[in-house]
């Protein structure tokens, strides 16, 4: 081999032309329900709050029956079939001790958390347990009727109140022959009828209602709720007069029933879910 010549190297072919892959189209993505988790502190306790989306519902076995349910005070609620739930009264129950708790709470002075004392932050402490556990009782309540309700019928009434406007304190009424005085407005009367309201809890239960029944695959119905216990089930006759306390007389037929299940029974009839009877 002549110097300088080195030999020559050999060619290796082309290697083959290099495609970037073709995209693959995404994979229907499954949709799974969406939980949020909170922490919620109440005094010494913490618990934890899971809130689902898209979770699918559990039908409940049809029963064919339906129900109008008219909410009070003397009983918690009454079916259209005459059913009475009692009216467990959790406030009025534990008010006796919750007094004590706020007459010994209301003996140390108004000071900062960080400045209270041992015995303030237990009196502090008594009072905050008391009450959560009157919530407690309420949710308990409220849980376990609406279950019922909700296993037992397929189509449920309810009247759609309005709470807040309920609960209102009356306004006063100026006296007009004397300036500066006022009329009695029943106030007081009233105060005691909107702590009943309050301690029945009717917006916490008819909130939970709403929920079980749309997780069973139940039907819920508000309806307009005035003149339901004034309202005779039989001619159809509207008159204040109809009612005298739990006691319902017609006027013109002289139809005669519990004032709690004539408003459950119209309550029905507002819904749609029984027909009046033919005259």
Request: net charge positive; proline share 10%.
């Amino acid at each position: 081999m002549p110097l300088g010549l080195h030999p020559a190297r050999p060619r290796h072919p082309c290697p083959p032309p290099r495609h970037r892959p073709r995209p693959r189209p995404p994979a229907p993505a499954r949709e799974r329900p969406r939980q949020d988790r909170q922490h919620q502190a109440r005094g010494r306790k913490w618990y934890v709050v899971l809130a689902c989306d898209n979770v699918p519902t559990e039908p409940l076995p049809a029963t064919g029956a339906m129900t109008g349910i008219d909410m009070g005070v003397t009983h918690f609620a009454t079916t259209s079939e005459g059913a009475h739930i009692e009216n467990p009264r959790h406030a009025k129950r534990n008010a006796d001790a919750l007094a004590d708790a706020q007459r010994a709470l209301k003996a140390f002075p108004r000071r900062k958390r960080e400045n209270r004392s041992a015995k303030h932050r237990q009196a502090v402490e008594k009072v905050a347990r008391l009450h959560r556990k009157v919530r407690r009782q309420r949710l308990d309540h409220a849980h376990k009727t609406a279950l019922a309700l909700v296993r037992d019928y397929d189509r449920i009434a309810h009247e759609q109140l309005r709470i807040a406007n309920m609960v209102r304190t009356p306004r006063p009424k100026p006296d007009p022959e004397r300036p500066g005085s006022f009329l009695p407005n029943g106030a007081t009367s009233k105060a005691g009828l909107n702590r009943s309201i309050l301690d029945a809890g009717w917006g916490v239960f008819l909130g939970i209602l709403t929920q079980k029944a749309e997780s069973a695959a139940r039907i819920v119905i508000p309806v307009d709720p005035r003149n339901t216990s004034r309202t005779c089930p039989e001619c159809g006759h509207v008159d204040s007069e109809n009612r005298d306390g739990e006691k319902f007389q017609c006027t013109a037929c002289g139809h005669r029933d519990h004032a709690d299940r004539v408003g459950a029974w119209n309550v029905a009839l507002r819904a749609g879910l029984v027909l009046p009877d033919a005259a």
